[in-house]
Nanobody
Framework: VQLQASGGGLVQAGGSLRLSCAASGIILRNRIMGWYRQAAGIQRELVARVYSTGTTYYSDSVKGRFTISKDNAKNTVYLQMNSLKPEDTGVYYC?????????WGQGTQVTVSS
């Protein structure tokens, strides 16, 4: 069972990135999936989640800028990040919501320069 996050990188403030989370050994279709962010020295936080119905929720810090989506056919979750800010810098992980300890992968680093 594995969730592999990818798509991070270095981008200037105001730029965009699209993160992907490919699942193996677990079917995402009927699960609530989330994207989490961990910045240096700060506790890991949930920034977005998507329900099997397609309903989405976002933290106030990313609302209006990030969009979470899920492709059931590809068993993959995405996070489109626009208008990036330096404070969005961190390692991004995907996991179920609530999270499962065995599904934390290595995450993908996002660095936003000012």
């Amino acid at each position: 069972v594995q969730l592999q996050a990818s798509g991070g990188g270095l981008v200037q403030a105001g730029g965009s990135l699209r993160l992907s989370c490919a699942a193996s050994g677990i079917i995402l279709r009927n699960r609530i999936m989330g994207w989490y962010r961990q910045a240096a020295g700060i506790q890991r936080e949930l920034v977005a989640r998507v329900y099997s119905t397609g309903t989405t929720y976002y933290s106030d810090s990313v609302k209006g800028r990030f969009t979470i989506s899920k492709d059931n056919a590809k068993n993959t979750v995405y996070l489109q990040m626009n208008s990036l800010k330096p404070e969005d810098t961190g390692v991004y992980y995907c996991n179920t919501f609530p999270s499962r300890g065995d599904l934390w992968g290595q995450g993908t680093q996002v660095t936003v320069s000012s």
